[in-house]
C-alpha cells in the first residue's frame, strides 16, 4: 500500500501518517520524492484500512499495491511516463534511435561519429568513458578526458549525450557532463550506485542486469523513483543462457510485458543482445517491431578498429538502413 | 568431406569411394538418398585428397564441410530449400502463416476454427491428434479420432494439415493421414523417431528441443536429411532459461543465424514461446521483422474453452491482425 | 487423489468406484498394476468426499496426493523402494557402485573390464549397446552384439548388467539380454518408450533429463510405475546451465530433496556430471555424501582408448578409491 | 606475461622494464602489491622473449600465464595460500567452520549465538550488518550499530568476524570493525569496490556472481591481488539456473576446479546454495566431500525468528551435527 501525501502536506502531517501506520503494527517508509512524499506500507497489510489514511490530514491518495515493486508500476500511474532529452523522447511516439562507439576515443574520431549518427536520425549519441572490465588488465576507458570529449560532442553536433556510471565518483561527474546517466549491467543490483544516482537529477537508463527477472529489474528501477528521479528509462540488453551461439540471448518477450506492468520506457540494445555485427540489424527490426521505445546501437565510422566491442559493432550505413526500418515499422497498428 | 556421388552411380561405384576412403584410414558413412547417394567421410581428414576421390568413377563432387552438420549446411548448399505443401511455400517470398488450435477438438469446432483460419489467411492448418503430456494422467490427445478429424479438415477446406508424431506407430498413422509430421520438442533428440520420420515421404517440421544448441539443433535436421528427406522446416518455439515472466524464453537470435548456416527454411511458434496470449502478437511481429519464414499459432474461436495450451491460444480476431501485420512487415527491405 | 483397490478387488468393483467418480463430476484414471489395481481422480477434487469412496466395495484406502505425481511420492508409499538386482539392493544400507565403460568394446576388453570392476566392489556393470548420438555420423553403438557381449559378462562375472534402451525395438532386445533397461537423458520424456519400458518387467534406471525440473523427472518416472513396474531408480547425471566450466552441472541439491519426495532410490552419475576425468572421485564423493544411493561411473583399463567418453571416464584404480571413499561415508550419521 | 620485480627494485628500473614491453610494441601494465611490483604483458605476446626481460636489471623472475587471471593462478605461485585469521585458517589441514544469523540482531540475540556457535566449533562468526536488498523498502540491515556489536562479539567470545561491504562508505567502516571483508554476489562485479576493498588492508571474502562463470570470478579475484591484497578467499554459494526446486542451483563442480587452477582457498555457502534448512546439512557434507576448505553457514538459536532468510537458517544443534561430519570427512585421502 502506498500513502501518496499532497505536495503541500507538512512533514507533521507526514509524521501523522507514519504513527497511523505504526499504531496499526506496521512499519511505514518515507518515500521522498522532488515533487512529492508518499508513505509505503510493506507487508501483508489487508487490515490497514485505506478509508482510514485517506481521512487524514495531508493525504491525497491511497494506492493498493500487489507488486514488491511500486513507483514504478502501473498500478500507481496509469499513463506513460515520457522521458524528454534534447529532441529525444522516450516513450514518445517515436521510437528514439541511440548510437555511437562502444567506448569514447580520439576526439576527432569521436566527433566524426557523432555527425555520422546524427545525420541518420540518431536522437542521443552513447559512448563509455568509464569501462566496467571484467579483465583488469583490459582498457579501462578514458575517464575524464572521454567526459570531455562527450562534452564537445553535444556541444558540436547538438545532440544530448549518455554515458555510463561506475561508482560514486563517476556519478558526480557523469552528472555534470553528460544528460544521461547508464547503470550498466553489472550495478544493477549495486544498490548504493542506485541510490546516489537516483539522487542525481538527471535522467537515468538501467540496463537489466545478466541473469534478472523481471522483478528484480523493476526493484532496481523502484530503488531510482524512490529517490524522487522519475526519469527512468529500461533496456534490455540480453540475458545469460546456455546459449553459445550470441554473446547473450535478447529476451524481447519482456519487451511487451514492461509495457503492462510499467509507464516506464523501455528501450532495447541489440549489440549486446547478440554479439555479432551480422545480425543487429535483424533484431533492431524485431525489437521495433514488438515494441520498443528506443535502440541502444553501436555504431562506428570503421568497426574493426573500434577501441572495444568491434566484432557487435555496426558501420554507418547499417545504422542508417535501421532508420529506414523504423519508417516501415512505424505504420504498424498500435496494440493495446 | 562429403563426396556426391553422380545421379547415374553404380551402388559398385559407391563401394568404390568407400574402400578408397578405407584405404587412407578414415570410415566412410554412406548417407542414401532419394535422388543421390553422398558418402561422408568424418574426422580430421586434411589427409583425404579431394581431387584424388573426385577422379574416381562416379564422383561428381567433393564438398569440405568444416560444420558436425553436412547436408543441411549452406556450405554444401547455397541455395534457399522451398517446402511446398499445398499453396504453402516454406522459404518463398511470403512468410506462410499456420495456424489452429493446439489439439483436435469435435469435427464441428476443429471444421469452424479451420474454415475462419483460412479465410484469416492461414495457408496450413494445425492442431494435436497425439499429445506428449509430462504428466500421465493428463489429457493425451483424441489419436487417430483425431487424424480422421484432420483429414476431414483437408478435405473440407483445402488446407494442408501439420500434426506432431511421438512414436513409430503414430508417425505411420500420422504419414497417412497428415500433410506435414511434425516432431516435438521433448523428441528432437529421439535418434530412432527422427530415422523413421525421415523416410515417411513426408515433410517434416523439426521444432527445437527444450534446451538445444543451435548446433544439436541443425545435426538433428541432419539425421533427417541423410534419411534422403530434404522438405525440413525448422520451428524456433522458445527454449529453457531462468526467466519465469513468460513460459519460455523465444530465442529470436537463432532466426538469422539459422538463415545464414542453413539452407532450410525457419518457421517461429510465438505461442510457446511466450505462453501467454498478450503477448502473442507482438513476439509474432518480431519474429517476421527478423526473417522467420513462417509462424506457428495456436488460435481458436473461444480460447477459454480449448482443450490444451488455453492460455497462449489467440483468437481469430487476433491471427486476423497478425496477417494484416505481415503486410507491413513484408515491405521491409530484404537483408544479405 | 488416489483409490488403492484391495488385491481381490473385481473388476466389477473398479468399474463400480470410477462410476462413482464419474457421477461426482470428475474422470477417473485406472492404473493397473502387478499387484494392485488403483484409480486416480485427477483435477481439483475438493468435492470428491474420501469416506464416501472408502466405503465401496473392494477399496482399500483412499489417499490424497497434493502433487502432480502420486504413485512415485511419498504420499502415497512411506517406506522407501528397495530395488533388488543380483547382490545390488538399490535404496538398501549400502550405496551400489555400478561402474563399466561408455559403449561397449571387444569381448575381451568387455571382460577384461567386468572383472576388474567387480573386484573392486562394483556390484552392477554398466556399458551402452544402443548410443544416442547427437550427429548422426558418429559412432552408434554395437547393438545387438554389444547386448550379447553384455549376456556373456554376466555370464562369467556374476554381475548384473544395466544398458540403454532408445527405442521400442531396443527395449525388446534389452529386456531379453539386460537385467536393467537405463532410460538416458534424451529419452527422459519420450513418453511412447516410457510405456513401453514400464511394462518389460525389468528394473528401470531413469536418467533425468537435459534440462528437466524435478516435477517433470518425477512424473516420467510415475509413467513407470503407472504402468505397474515399481522398480525404478532415478539417476542425477548433471543439467543444463550457462557454465562452461564442466559438461553439466551436476545439481546434487536433488539428492536430498528426492529423497523427501519421493520413495524411489537415487543414484548419480558423476562421470556425465562434471564431463573430466579429474573431477570425478571428488564429486562422487560429494554424491555420496549428500546422500546418493549409488554411483553409476565410466571405467576402464585405459580411458585414453575408450570407444567414447574417454575424457570423462577413470581408470580402474581410481573406481577402487571411490570404493574405499564408500567406506568412510558410510560412517556419517544418518540423516533424518 | 608476467615480470617479477625484484622486492629492492628501484622505481627506476621498473619504468626500464616497461619501457622495454613498450618497444616491442606492447602496453605494460604496472601490478603494484604490498611486498613486490609486477609488470603484466598482455595480448598475444609471443614476439616477447622472456630471456631477454630477465636480464633487465631489477627483474627477479619471468612468468608466462596463459589465462586471462594472473596472480590468482596455480601458474604463477604453485603453492597454496593459506590465509590466517585469528584461530581460523583457511587453506590450512581443517575445514574452517563460519556460523552466525543472516543479519546482527540486537546485541543479546548476536552475542548468545556466538556464544554457541563458538562452541560447536566455529572459528569464524558471521552476521551482516550492511545488507543489499533486492526491494527497497526490506529491512537494510543495522549499518554501523550493527558492527559495534559485531566488535563486541569479538571482544567477548575472541571470534573473529565477518561482514558484507557495498560501497565505499561501507567498506571504510567495516575495514576498521571487522576481521575480514565479505563482497556479497551482486558485487562481484563492481570492479572499483573491488579496487577499494583490494586496498583496505584486510582479508578478503569474494562470493561468485549470481551467473558469474569461473573465469569471471578469478579476473574479479585479480583485481583484489592487483591492488597487493592476497588474503582472499573464494565462495560458492550457487548460480541461476532454470531450476525452481532449490534458491540457486549449488555449483560444487566449481570446488575441484578451483582449487586446480588457483592457489586461492574456496568455501562454500550451503544456505544460499539451497536455500532451504532441510538440505544445508546434506550440502554442507558434499561440499566438504568435494574438498571446500570451509563452509559460510547461516545458524540461529531460533531460526524462525530470525531477522532474515530464516528458512534457510539451520540451528545450533545441526551446526553441531555438521561439525561431527567435518571429523569423519576428515578421514578421506587427501586427493591430487
Known sequence: MLVIMDNQ???????????????????????????RTAVCVTGN???????????????????????????????????????????????GPEPVLVGGPCSVETEARTLAIAH???????????????KPRTNPYSFQGLGEEGLHTLALVREETGLPV???VIDHDSADLVAEHADILQVGTRNMQNFSLLKRVGRAGKPVLLKRGMSATVEEWLQAAEYLL?????????????????????????????????RRL??????????HGVGQRERVRPMARAALACGAQGLLI????DPDTAYSDGSQTITVEEFEAIARDREILGRLEPIG
Do not use: W
Not at 17 to 33: C, H, K, Q, T, Y
Not at 245 to 251: A, E, F, K, P, Q
Not at 298 to 301: F, I, N
Open 162 to 164: 549518455v554515458t555510463e
Open 116 to 130: 555520422k549518427v546524427k545525420a541518420a536520425g540518431a536522437k542521443v549519441f552513447r559512448a563509455g568513458a568509464y
Open 262 to 271: 510499467s509507464h516506464l520506457p523501455i528501450v532495447v540494445d541489440p549489440s
Open 9 to 35: 502536506a507538512t512533514e507533521e502531517q507526514c509524521h501523522g501518517v507514519e504513527d497511523a501506520i505504526r499504531a496499526l503494527g506496521f512499519e511505514p517508509v518515507s518515500v521522498p520524492g522532488a515533487g
Open 226 to 258: 524512490a529517490e524522487g528521479n522519475e526519469d527512468v528509462i529500461l533496456c534490455e540488453r540480453g540475458v545469460r543462457t546456455y546459449n553459445r551461439h550470441s554473446r547473450n540471448t535478447l529476451d524481447l518477450n519482456v519487451v511487451p510485458l514492461i
Open 298 to 301: 553501436e555504431v562506428h565510422t
Open 45 to 91: 497489510n489487508d487490515r490497514v484500512s485505506a478509508p482510514m489514511l485517506e481521512r487524514l490530514p495531508g493525504v491525497k491518495q491511497v494506492i493498493h499495491v500487489t507488486q514488491p515493486y511500486k513507483l514504478v508500476s502501473r498500478e500507481v500511474r496509469g499513463s506513460s511516463t515520457k522521458v524528454t532529452v534534447g529532441d529525444a523522447v522516450f516513450g
